[in-house]
């Protein structure tokens, strides 16, 4: 049990271009959802927190408006980066709870921006 | 806010011995501490975790060590096999928010 999905796994687009990323609990109800960024090399380093039915907070020095994140239900989370540039390239990865402290990650996003 | 350091960036054993990963936190509400293994392209995987109310945790090869009165856990691997070889992060975490701050992370080597 506990299995998170991620879609896509990867993706390359244009530089200007929005991409929408999902993360869904495929077997259990996700109270809060959070989403990560991982450069290479580096450790993760979290983006938002995000709960169903209630606007994501957003860690320091990461822009709402370009990574919009959208919680509509209790098993779906969506990560849309508006607006991508070469140095929005990352891995992205989502994580879920239900109702504990125990995170279950998603296989994660790589983006590429050209 | 919390902060967690971690150590040594890199970590090079020969195969069979042991590697031990160090973890400092600085919020004594911290009350969960993950370990993760994370092999390249792929999600963090949870190996073990502890809670503040135990002071050690064994699962076979692997064990984590808890000192609160220090605020610092440990990973422990024994007798490492060369599929021990990847990045593994320490975390904190809290009740209040679930929210996981991560260490640095060690890359573990296995010398054939």
């Known amino acids: 049990g506990a299995v998170v999905s991620q879609h896509p796994s990867w993706v390359i687009c244009k530089s200007g271009t929005s991409v929408k990323i999902e993360c869904r609990s495929l077997?259990?109800?996700?109270?809060?959802m959070f989403w990560y960024r991982q450069f290479p090399k580096q450790s993760l380093m979290l983006m938002a927190t995000?709960?169903?039915?209630?606007?994501?907070?957003?860690e320091q020095g990461v822009e709402k408006d370009k990574f919009l994140i959208n919680h509509a239900s209790l098993t779906l989370s969506t990560l849309t980066v508006t607006s991508a540039h070469p140095e929005d390239s990352s891995f992205y990865i989502c994580?879920?709870?239900?109702?504990?402290?125990?995170?279950?990650f998603g296989p994660g996003t790589r983006l590429t921006v050209l | 806010g919390e902060n967690v350091e971690q150590h040594p960036s890199t970590l090079s054993v020969q195969e069979g011995d042991s590697a031990v990963i160090k973890c400092t936190y600085s919020?004594?509400?911290?009350?969960?501490f993950p370990w993760y293994k994370q092999e390249l392209g792929k999600r963090p995987q949870l190996i073990i975790d502890?809670?503040?109310n135990v002071g050690e945790k064994k699962d076979q090869r692997i064990a984590v060590t808890l000192n609160k009165t220090a605020k610092h856990f440990s990973l422990h691997i024994t007798e490492t096999q060369p599929e021990d070889s990847a990045v593994y992060f320490c975390?904190?975490?809290?009740?209040?928010?679930?929210?996981?701050?991560w260490g640095a992370g060690t890359k573990l080597i296995i010398k054939p």
């Open positions: 994580s879920a709870t239900r109702g504990g402290d125990e995170q279950f």
């Open positions: 077997d259990f109800q996700a109270t809060t």
């Open positions: 995000s709960n169903e039915g209630s606007k994501a907070t957003y």
């Open positions: 919020d004594s509400a911290s009350n969960y």
């Open positions: 502890i809670r503040s």
């Open positions: 975390a904190a975490s809290m009740d209040s928010n679930y929210q996981l701050i």
